[in-house]
């Protein structure tokens, strides 16, 4: 099993309709998740975080934790064709020698479609 | 202000050649990290410095791979005897301890990576 797993997609949108990114996690002493977004040819670039359970909302973005069942989601709202993208979510188990490592999915390829 | 660099953003070497990847970060940022990601791949851990110590060297896939830093300044990875299957693009990250949660892992910023090609 991988450490950190993403739908495979692609996905596809509509303009204006809610994304839902999903990924999960094996390791129960992760304490951080992160959700990048990567446009082809570009470095990652960090969308947001989260540590607690429930929901983070920023702008059009909300990340959702579920410690539980060591789920953690990205939903984008009205979606937009500039939303296109690889997103990546990633986690960081704290403590240990390696402060900040993270471990990264697969990706998921957004489209958004006119 | 600079964000993180990276040279060259492109390289081409044949097969059994060495190569080395440049990374310059933000300035303070005592913390670097490279990661490698493979074509369609997330990326993958490769190497951790704090300072000019790398406490995690644990993702280097192989002895072929080496990687110093200078102080808190420019990192430079090495690959020996290149293979086909380095092939892939080298990103370089550099973070701080971020205000509010004191976590490196919140505030890493990537440069825009070195695309290596093995012939």
């Known amino acids: 099993q991988k450490e950190v797993e993403q739908n495979s997609g692609p996905l596809s949108v509509p303009e204006g309709a809610i994304a839902s990114l999903n990924c999960t996690y094996s390791?129960?002493?992760?304490?951080?998740f992160f959700w990048y977004r990567q446009y082809s040819g570009k470095s990652p670039e960090l969308i947001m975080f989260?540590?607690?359970?429930g929901d983070k909302e920023d702008g059009r973005f909300t990340a959702q934790l579920n410690k539980a069942s060591q789920y953690v989601s990205l939903l984008i709202r009205d979606s937009q064709p500039s939303d296109s993208a690889t997103y990546l979510c990633a986690v960081n188990i704290a403590g240990g020698t390696s402060y900040g490592k993270l471990t990264f999915g697969q990706g998921t390829i957004l489209t958004v479609h006119p | 202000g600079a964000g993180v660099s990276q040279s060259p953003s492109n390289k081409v070497t044949e097969k059994g050649k060495d190569v080395e990847l440049r990374c310059d970060p933000i300035s303070g940022h005592t913390a670097l990290y490279w990661y490698r990601q493979r074509l369609g791949q997330g990326l993958e851990f490769l190497i951790y410095f704090q300072g000019n110590s790398a406490p995690d060297k644990s993702g280097l896939p192989s002895d072929r791979f080496s990687a110093e830093r200078t102080g808190e300044s420019v990192s430079t990875l090495t690959i020996q005897r290149t293979q086909q299957e380095d092939s892939a693009v080298y990103l370089c990250?550099?973070?701080?301890?971020?205000?509010?949660?004191?976590?490196?892992?919140?505030?890493?910023?990537f440069g825009p990576g070195t695309r290596l090609t093995v012939l």
């Open positions: 989260i540590y607690s359970n």
């Open positions: 390791d129960r002493g992760s304490q951080s």
């Open positions: 990250a550099s973070s701080f301890p971020s205000p509010t949660s004191g976590s490196f892992a919140d505030t890493q910023y």
